[in-house]
Structures are given as structure tokens and as C-alpha cells.
């Protein structure tokens, strides 16, 4: 479990947080941050103390899955109160800048933006911060991983050969940095169809359960391509909360449970 792993003692702890779990993938559009708000909402569902710091800076997209519009306010000048959402505390560039106004940073840049929103942020009390990566295992999220004393860190993938073996670099960029691998989550692992409740695995089958043996870590989930997920976080509640007894958040509470 991730509240038995320790942190590298050469790295800055967060105040106000007692874990925190990177969700990260190799490439964009694979669900990751689809993961990463029902992961958040399945552990406070479950009761713990949870927050949810959107690290994408480029692409920001917890404050739509979340809901939540506005600006975070600051408590005294230096710190930032996050914004609540279906119970998690949460923190988005998306709360600090335009909509509209792309962000356009060199790395070094992002990180110290992502090191702000997560040492400046008034954190009360988490149990988990649940980080949503941006995507990819370049040096921006070599230096994040190297930074930031994450506990561990769920790797999301679809079974896609293609999908795989980018996700082989992104557990291969953890290992580097002595992060521990918690699992992979399969994401769009069959499609089902809406009409009939035929089910076609789109994107091949069995990756992520490949990709797990490999490395020997957890497969922590499997998650259909379904389009209520799709629906659910375009509304701003995602499935965890939309349909809190029904089979997809039941397969998210299989995520956070096994992580
Ligand atoms: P990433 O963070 O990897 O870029 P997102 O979480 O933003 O990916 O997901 C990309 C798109 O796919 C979003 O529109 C999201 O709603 C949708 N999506 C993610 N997972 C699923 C799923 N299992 N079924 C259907 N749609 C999904």
C-alpha cells in the first residue's frame, strides 16, 4: 500500500498532505486524467482526505471534469486556497489564468509553476494528493518526478501496442528517479456498445496486464471505452460521483482499492 512506502528524506514534504500519487502516461488522450479525478473521488468516497492538483499546465482539464469555474483566492498573499469539488480539495493553472490564453512556458518554467501550486497551496489535512501528470517522459516530468516526494505513481495506458510502448518508457522514467511503480490502470480496454452491449476490445486486449508482468507490478484496473465515462466528466461529475453504484465506478473503486 502507498501509506507504507517512504519518502526520499532529500525531498521538501508537502505541508497539509501525508501521500501523494503521481498519475501519470506516456502519451495525451489515454484517459489519464479521467483516471486520476474518479481515483481521487473513489478514496474520498472511501473516506479519506483527499486532494486533486492538476499538474497539466499545458492542458489543464480538472477544472471541466471537476466543474468548477473562477478563480482561486489567495489567503494572505502567499498562499492559495484550493478549490473544493464533490468533496476534493483541488488546484488547476486553469484556476489562475485565462481560458483562453494558452500557456505558453519554457520548461523550467512549468516546473517552478507546478512546484507553486504545490508548495504554496493551503492543503488541509490530505490523507492522498493525487497528482494528474501532464503526459508524456520528457524532462519536464523527469524533473517533477525527481522534485516532488511522490510516494508512488499509477502509470495509465491503452492496450494498444503503440500505447505500450510509450508507457514502457514512462515506468522506465520512474524507475530511474526511485519512484515507485503502484500499477498500471487499462484504460478503454473494451468498447461497449451502448445500444447493444456488445463489447469489442478497439484497442487490442491483455496490454496492460503485458506491460504489469513485465515490470512485476499490479494491473490495478481495467476500464471499458464507454461513452457515459465520456459523458460523466463532460458534466462536470464524474462517474465516481454520477453513478456511484454502477459497474464503471465500481471498476474506478477497483483502482483505488488495489493502488
Ligand atoms: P488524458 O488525460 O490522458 O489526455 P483524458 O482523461 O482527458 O485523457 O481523456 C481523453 C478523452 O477521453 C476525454 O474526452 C475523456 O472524457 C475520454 N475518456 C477517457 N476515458 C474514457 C473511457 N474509459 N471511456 C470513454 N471516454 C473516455
Known sequence: SVAARAVQPSLKRVDGVRNIIAVASAKGGVGKSTVAANLAL????????????????????????????????????KTLLPMVAHGLQTMSIGYLIDKESPAILRGPMVTSALQQMLFQT????LDYLIIDLPPGTGDIQL????????????VVTTPQDLALIDARKGVEMFKKVNVPVLGIVENMSTHICSK?????????????????????????????????????????????????EGALAAAYFDVSRNT
Open 42 to 77: 473513489a478514496l474520498k468516497a472511501d473516506g479519506a482526505s483527499v486532494g486533486l492538483l492538476d499538474a497539466d499546465i499545458y492542458g489543464p482539464s480538472q477544472p471541466r471534469l471537476m466543474g468548477i469555474e473562477g478563480r482561486a483566492q489567495a489567503k494572505d498573499g
Open 122 to 125: 493551503a492543503w488541509d489535512d
Open 143 to 154: 524533473t517533477l518526478a525527481q522534485k516532488i516526494p511522490v510516494s508512488g505513481a499509477v
Open 196 to 244: 447493444c452491449g456488445h463489447q469489442e476490445a478497439i484497442f487490442g486486449a491483455h496490454g496492460g496486464q503485458t506491460l504489469a508482468d513485465e515490470y512485476d507490478v499490479d494491473l490495478l484496473g481495467e476500464l471499458p471505452l464507454d461513452i457515459a465515462i465520456r459523458e460523466h466528466s463532460d458534466a462536470g461529475t464524474p462517474t465516481v460521483v454520477a453513478d456511484p
